[in-house]
């Protein structure tokens, strides 16, 4: 268990990263750097420890712990029920749990912050229906994305600096939406909306990104083209992805947790969670 920092909630904490000599989680580390004003020394980017949500008597979450490390590329399985969508609602804020301990880094405790100081902090979190603004062109989206000052007077005096330029454009050459820049959205496949929406979140340059269900609904080329861009993703950032394809799961995946009934039932390789004989049974069958 990890010792409950007690310093006032702050968004860009000041610390000595060779202060401490670490702990047993530092091996989750992948030894990539995060973002300036995080404190992941040992490694973790993300903690939840014994974490549990009742909703009118019902649990959705029973003492759940999880820890994903800085640059991991992680996948969370398991069926309907099992607790995936409201573990990411505690993440990001949304819902809040009767108890336990959630960690954004070292000293973030995300218990204790809005969802927007969440967001702010460098969670980003992808929906399984795409949101974006489908009136708008695709380059529209993503400079309504960057991670500017989006107060009302400086919106109406913002123009795009040559540096925010080439950040767009950087964005949708990983999206491979160079072509459609002036297209609206609206006019997109689907799989090219969910493109653009993880562009979105990438113009915030988060550290964490959680993706619900990514390829449902899209081809097999898109859903090919979206293991690539997951894989190039991770070590820059660190992915918590939800997801039932299994075959996309073993693309993609560092580590597989299984959740069921709100708890943690599994954690390995895919292999390994394939081979458990609980996970066969209450998920994946025979």
């Not at 990001?92 to 902090?121: C, H, W």
């Not at 767009?168 to 653009?196: C, N, P």
Request: glycine share 10%.
């Amino acid at each position: 268990m990890r010792a409950t920092p007690v310093p006032e909630f702050m968004l860009e904490p000041a610390y000595d990263p060779n202060s401490d000599a670490g702990t047993s989680r530092d091996s989750l580390g992948l030894g990539r750097a995060a973002g300036a004003g995080l404190d992941v020394r040992h490694g973790t980017i993300l903690t939840l420890e014994d974490i549990n949500v009742s909703f009118d008597g019902f649990k959705a979450l029973t003492n759940l712990s999880l820890y994903i490390g800085v640059g991991e590329l992680r996948c969370i399985i398991g069926p309907n029920g099992a607790g995936k969508t409201t573990m990411m609602d505690v993440i990001t804020g949304k819902t809040r749990p009767d108890n336990g301990k959630a960690y954004f880094g070292e000293t973030l405790d995300l218990t204790r912050m809005s969802e927007v100081q969440i967001a702010q902090s460098g969670i980003g979190r992808k929906f399984q229906k795409p949101t974006v603004f489908e009136a708008l062109s695709v380059f529209e989206n993503l400079e309504l994305a960057l991670k500017t000052d989006k107060s009302v007077w400086a919106s109406l005096r913002a123009k795009l600096s040559g540096e925010q330029r080439d950040r767009i454009d950087e964005v949708l050459s990983t999206i491979k939406l160079e072509s459609s820049r002036h297209r609206t959205a609206g006019l997109l496949s689907h799989g090219q909306k969910q493109f653009l929406e993880i562009g979105m979140l990438l113009m915030q340059d988060p550290q964490l990104l959680l993706l619900d269900e990514p390829v449902a609904g899209m081809t097999d080329a898109e859903t090919e083209f979206t293991a690539e861009l997951f894989k190039s993703l991770a070590r820059k950032h660190s992915l918590m992805v939800v997801e039932h394809d299994m075959g996309f799961v073993g693309s993609i995946a560092d580590h597989v947790t299984v959740l069921h009934q709100g708890s943690v039932l599994a954690e390995g390789s895919l292999a390994d969670v394939q081979a458990d004989e609980r996970v066969i049974e209450v998920y994946l069958g025979r």
